[in-house]
């Protein structure tokens, strides 16, 4: 009978000790990574926080890493949890990406534009209507 009792104890130690090990193991691994951080940039947008972290790797190469966090809350309100989003942009890969994000963000712009125009002309032939 002791010995189960023993043994069980022993097993709830170990996990705990090992749930201990896990989450020390986590602190550093995030510090590690931190560490590496050469220089970053961080953009606050409504509900939305962007990192724009540049990182070395292993062969001293420097790469963006673009967090999106999103903040995210319980239905009570009480626990806050955050939502994250990595891109990782490899130095060859810049002029492509910078095309491309050009690209879209004119595309949106233009379109923003012809909305707000046919918006304004459509405004200016309702009085027009009316007046009939």
């Known amino acids: 009978m002791k010995?189960?009792?023993?043994?069980?104890?022993?097993?709830?130690?170990?996990?705990?000790?090992?749930?201990?090990?896990?989450?020390?193991?986590?602190?550093?691994?995030?510090?590690?990574?931190?560490?590496d951080i050469i220089y970053s940039k961080t953009l606050k947008a409504g509900k939305r926080i962007y990192y724009l972290d540049v990182k070395k790797n292993l062969r001293n190469d420097l790469f963006v890493v673009i967090t999106e966090s999103k903040r995210n809350y319980s239905e009570n309100q009480t626990n806050v949890?955050?939502?994250?989003h990595k891109i990782f942009l490899y130095k060859e890969d810049?002029?492509?990406f910078m095309n491309g994000m050009n690209d879209v963000i004119r595309f949106i712009s233009d379109s923003t534009e012809?909305?707000?125009?046919?918006?304004?002309l459509s405004e200016d032939e309702n009085p027009e209507e009316d007046n009939l």
């Open 3 to 35: 010995k189960k009792y023993i043994f069980e104890f022993l097993l709830r130690c170990n996990t705990e000790e090992i749930t201990i090990m896990k989450q020390d193991e986590m602190k550093n691994k995030q510090n590690e990574s931190e560490k």
């Open 81 to 84: 949890t955050y939502e994250k």
């Open 94 to 96: 810049f002029e492509k």
């Open 114 to 120: 012809s909305i707000t125009d046919e918006t304004e």
